[in-house]
């Protein structure tokens, strides 16, 4: 006995569930691409962040840096005509800006300090900010806050000591740069290390920490 054959109906039926089956696969496809599409995005987004948070601390960098030059370079005003100025030594002891100390201009601790094995960099921050020890900027274009603390890598206050403070060596006149007779006999300033701690807190609610050791 023979089958019947298909009906046209029964062709339609099959058509419409081959259409339904490429038409969710091509949906899936569409819903995976934009998927890819939006992480590329935020990847890319998160990056540009990243650089602006870094750029941003680069400027409280430069500025502690400016800061510490002039320090540095500072000199007492003569104690009688024709004397030499004698250095301030400013950057000797721990300086607080206050009113009745305006030139100041920053906060400085002449001093280190380290976070401990179970402090966290925001609650050792905190304790330094408790102590009127760090700077805040004003906020950037964009909506970066830049707040910065500068230590002299020193374990006591006062004029530096090889003992108490890591320093670039001071080499005696007597040792030359070259095993030339002729050449001239250099003698190497000596130089302190200061550290510079950089927070940034950004506008999408993250925080940032950025250091720099110098020598000046």
Same mark, same amino acid.
């Given at each position: 006995?023979?089958?019947?054959?298909? &009906?046209?109906?029964?062709?339609?039926?099959? %058509?419409?569930?081959?259409?339904?089956?490429?038409?969710?696969?091509?949906?899936? #496809?569409?819903?995976?691409?934009?998927?890819?599409?939006?992480?590329?995005?935020? @990847?890319?987004?998160?990056?540009?962040?990243?650089?602006?948070? @870094?750029?941003?601390? /680069? %400027?409280?960098?430069?500025?502690?840096?400016?800061?510490?030059?002039?320090?540095?370079? *500072? &000199?007492?005003?003569?104690?009688?005509?024709? #004397?030499?100025?004698?250095?301030?030594?400013?950057?000797?002891?721990?300086?607080?800006?206050?009113?009745?100390?305006?030139?100041?201009?920053?906060?400085?601790?002449?001093?280190? =300090?380290?976070?401990? =094995?179970?402090?966290?960099?925001?609650?050792?921050? /905190?304790?330094?900010?408790?102590?009127?020890?760090?700077?805040?900027?004003?906020?950037? *274009?964009?909506?970066?806050?830049?707040?910065?603390?500068?230590?002299?890598?020193?374990?006591?206050?006062?004029?530096?000591?090889?003992?108490?403070?890591?320093?670039?060596? &001071?080499?005696?006149?007597? %040792?030359?740069?070259?095993?030339?007779?002729?050449?001239?006999?250099?003698?190497? *300033?000596?130089?302190?290390?200061?550290?510079? &701690?950089?927070? @940034?807190?950004?506008?999408?609610?993250?925080?940032?920490?950025?250091?720099? @050791?110098?020598?000046?």
């Amino acid at each position: 006995m023979l089958s019947p054959r298909p &009906t046209s109906h029964s062709q339609h039926g099959l %058509v419409l569930v081959l259409a339904l089956i490429v038409l969710a696969a091509l949906s899936l #496809a569409a819903v995976g691409m934009m998927r890819g599409v939006f992480g590329s995005n935020r @990847v890319a987004g998160n990056l540009a962040y990243q650089q602006a948070v @870094v750029q941003a601390a /680069d %400027v409280g960098i430069e500025r502690a840096v400016a800061w510490l030059e002039q320090q540095s370079t *500072a &000199t007492q005003a003569p104690t009688s005509a024709g #004397a030499t100025p004698l250095p301030l030594n400013a950057l000797y002891n721990t300086i607080v800006n206050n009113p009745a100390n305006p030139a100041a201009l920053y906060n400085y601790s002449a001093t280190r =300090a380290d976070p401990n =094995a179970t402090q966290t960099w925001q609650s050792f921050w /905190d304790a330094q900010a408790n102590a009127g020890l760090t700077n805040t900027l004003a906020t950037d *274009a964009n909506g970066n806050q830049v707040s910065f603390l500068i230590q002299r890598l020193c374990s006591n206050a006062g004029a530096p000591a090889n003992a108490g403070c890591e320093a670039a060596p &001071t080499l005696p006149a007597a %040792v030359a740069n070259s095993s030339k007779s002729s050449t001239l006999k250099l003698r190497q *300033a000596g130089q302190v290390y200061y550290r510079i &701690t950089v927070r @940034v807190q950004g506008p999408r609610n993250a925080t940032s920490f950025i250091q720099a @050791v110098v020598a000046i």
